[in-house]
């Protein structure tokens, strides 16, 4: 389908070099492809959503290791350099996180040997292996735990917790999350909240020097590559939210500054890594915020035909809820 060749050509292959767009340009299930993985001296790997496969000299996806096309320093070094503008140095800053931030909101993570400076992680250097992952909106991914975060008459955004293992969906449901509150839900008679969204890991508005790639609302102000409790802290002070938005919040930092959000009065809806919230309990960090007894809404996520799917919604008491419970 034509739809997919100018998917492919526009949001991936142009960062390669010849070589491998020659190999890439054959794969057809584009839409399913969520990473593209590059390792010195080992096979091309693309992940898809529901498989990982590698990719043969001729464009076939293989399922054994041997039967890939061997990566080489040279094709490593000439993406890194298309991905760059063959101006590295430019990236430091960005490298130092261990990845660069590619137009479209598309990252290129980095693997290399690690320079040090005063013990703390200055740059990379002789990069071997690439993660090519490509930032993309699943529009309506959070349409059915909307009604469940929305709650009284007139509607009201609840302190809400994503909760998801690796891989399931988190951020792509926040995502649609926060555009969904930010633009309003006029079904739900819901008007729309100013959002203060801090995005720490530039995934999920996919910024490009600064400016969001994917939708997350006309309400929604963003901090992107900015840790979450100085980020959380500098909404508060410079844009008054009335929701602020973050990922994967687990640190003791995190937890100061969701209380910093919690007195002001600003309501919080965050994601963080697990298989249920029993095993959240475990944690530290989660133990205290469970005391303050402010989670109102834990929304589980499992991964099985797709990232994303909501297993289960409950209430601050550990209550079910179903779609119509608001």
Known sequence: MRVKQDYQEQELVRFFPQTLRGILQHITEWEEV???????????????????AFVSQDGVLVGRPEEGYVVSPEDVNRVVNIASGASLYAFEEEIRSGYITLPGGHRLGLAGQVVLERGRIKTQKHISGLNFRLAREVRGAADEIVP???????????HTLIISPPRGGKTTVLRDLVRQLSDGVPRLGFPGAT??????????????????????????????????????RLMLRA???????TDEIGRAE????VEDALNAGVKVVATAHAGTVDELRKRPFFRYLFALGVIERFVLLERREKPGRVAAVTDGTGRPLGVKAC
């Open 254 to 257: 995190d937890a100061r500054a």
């Open 34 to 52: 969520e990473e593209v993985r590059l390792k010195t001296g080992k096979p091309l790997m693309v992940r898809f959503a529901r498989k990982d």
């Open 239 to 245: 844009f008054g939210p009335e929701v602020v938005a």
């Open 195 to 232: 959002i203060g969204l801090v995005d720490e890991r530039s995934e999920i508005a996919a910024c490009y020097k600064g400016v969001p790639q994917l939708p997350v609302g006309a309400r929604t102000d963003v901090l992107d590559s900015c840790p979450k409790a100085e980020g959380i």
């Open 148 to 158: 469940l975060v929305l709650a009284g008459s007139p509607p009201r955004v609840c």
